[in-house]
C-alpha cells in the first residue's frame, strides 16, 4: 500500500463526517478506519461482493451530508467504500468520500432516477493526495465563519433570507451557499459581496424548510435524531388526513415538527390503519335497539372495538367488537331490534383492569 492510499484510509478528522456521530474505528480487513454507518444519510451496501454487468465503473461519492453525486472511474482504479477521492467538478476538482460501491450503486441510480445514458456523468480523477487532502482541511474550517460573516453581510443588506449552510469545494474555488426565503430574493448584490469578500467562486441554492431541518439537524418530540437528518432522502407529502386516519388530535404543536410542516412520521402506519379499517362497519351508522338509540363515539382500531353510547347518555360508553357491530347493523336491515348494548359489550374488570369479551351465547338478544 503507497503513502497516499494510506492517508486516504486514516488519521481521518471528526470533521470529515458532518454526520450525527463519530463512527467506531475498524481494522478489520477490508474496512477502513473512515466508516459512514453513523453519517448523516449515509448508504448501507448490502451488496458487497456482487458487482453487476451495468455499473463496474460507477461509484457514488459524498461530499457534505446529504450532498452526494455518481461518478465513473477507470477500470484499472480500485475503489473502497470510505476512500477520500479527488472527483471532476465545474471548475476545478472537489474531494469526496465514497460512499456506495458495487452493485448496489445501480440499484440507488434506479431509485433516484439516475440515467447515465442521458445525464453527464463527471470522472473519479484518482485517490486524494496528501497537498489534496490538507487544503480539503484547511476550507472545512472555513465553512463556519463563512457562513457567519454572510449572515452579517446579508443582513446589513436588508434581505429578508436566512442562511442555513455553506459548502465549500475541495480546490476552494467555489462554494455553495444554501439558504431559505420565504418570497423571491434578489441577492445579485449579496453574491458581489460575497465574491470580494473571500475570493471565490459563489453558487447560491434555495432550499426549503424541511432540508433546512435536515441540514441544520436535531431532536425530534420522540427523544430520537431527526429523520430528515438520520435516513430520510426523499420527502413525502403529509396531510392532515393521516392524522385522522390514525384518529390522532388535529393540534397543530403536536403534528408539527422541528421545520414547522407536519412531521414525516404521521406517514409510517397509516397504511397500516387504512388496511386495518377495511374490516370496519361505517361509523355514521346508528345502532337501534329496544333500550334505544347509539351513536358512535370512538375506535380502537387494532383491538378492532368500537365504542357505542345512546343518544342523551354520553357518560355510559360501551365497548362492542365490529363483528358483533356488524350483527346488530345486518338485524336493524332486516327489522329486528336487541334488547340492549350490555349484552353485546366487552365487560371490564375492576380489580385487574383487564378487559374480556362477554359470553358468545346471544340469549335475549331478540
Not at 211 to 240: D, N, P, Y
Request: glycine share 6%.
Amino acid at each position: 500500500m503507497d503513502k497516499e492510499t494510506e492517508i486516504t484510509k486514516t488519521h481521518i478528522k471528526p470533521d470529515t463526517m458532518r454526520g450525527c456521530c463519530i463512527p467506531a474505528s475498524s481494522h478489520s480487513r477490508g474496512q477502513t478506519v473512515n466508516q459512514l454507518r453513523c453519517c448523516k444519510l449515509a448508504s448501507y451496501n448490502w451488496l458487497p461482493d456482487i458487482s453487476g454487468p451495468l455499473t463496474p465503473n460507477y461509484v457514488e461519492v459524498r461530499f457534505k451530508n446529504d450532498h452526494k453525486d455518481f461518478f465513473t472511474y477507470p477500470p484499472e482504479m480500485r475503489l473502497l467504500e470510505g476512500e477520500i477521492v479527488a472527483v471532476e467538478a465545474s471548475p476545478g476538482h472537489d474531494i469526496g468520500i465514497v460512499s456506495l460501491t458495487g452493485d448496489a450503486v445501480r440499484l440507488q441510480m434506479t431509485r433516484k432516477n439516475f440515467d447515465p445514458e442521458k445525464r453527464e456523468v463527471k470522472r473519479v480523477f484518482r485517490h486524494a493526495r496528501p497537498v489534496d487532502i490538507e487544503k480539503w482541511f484547511e476550507v472545512m474550517a472555513l465553512e463556519r465563519p463563512t457562513m457567519k460573516k454572510t449572515r452579517v453581510i446579508a443582513m446589513d443588506l436588508g434581505l429578508e433570507m436566512k442562511i442555513n449552510d455553506v459548502e465549500y469545494q475541495g480546490d476552494k474555488t467555489k462554494a455553495i451557499f444554501y439558504y431559505t426565503a420565504n418570497e423571491r430574493v434578489d441577492f445579485r448584490e449579496l453574491i458581489k459581496k460575497l465574491a470580494e469578500a473571500f475570493r471565490i467562486r459563489v453558487e447560491m441554492r434555495q432550499i426549503g424548510v424541511r432540508q433546512e431541518a435536515a441540514k441544520l439537524g436535531g431532536l425530534g418530540s420522540c427523544g430520537r435524531e431527526l429523520c430528515c437528518a438520520s435516513w430520510i432522502s426523499g420527502f413525502r407529502s403529509v396531510s392532515t388526513t393521516a392524522a385522522r386516519i390514525q384518529q390522532l388530535s388535529l393540534n397543530p404543536q403536536k403534528l408539527a415538527g422541528q421545520c414547522g410542516k407536519l412531521k414525516c412520521c404521521l406517514n409510517y402506519e397509516v397504511d397500516s390503519y387504512v388496511e386495518a379499517l377495511k374490516d370496519f362497519p361505517d361509523n355514521r351508522v346508528v345502532l337501534k335497539t329496544k333500550k334505544g338509540e347509539a351513536v358512535y363515539q370512538k375506535s380502537d382500531i387494532f383491538k378492532k372495538i368500537m365504542w357505542y353510547a345512546y343518544e342523551g347518555d354520553t357518560t355510559n360508553i360501551m365497548a362492542i367488537p365490529i363483528d358483533k357491530v356488524k350483527m346488530i347493523i345486518e338485524m336493524n336491515r332486516k327489522g329486528k331490534f336487541p334488547n340492549d348494548l350490555e349484552s353485546q359489550a366487552l365487560q371490564q374488570s375492576v380489580s385487574d383492569n383487564v378487559e374480556t369479551d362477554a359470553e358468545d351465547d346471544y340469549i335475549g338478544i331478540f
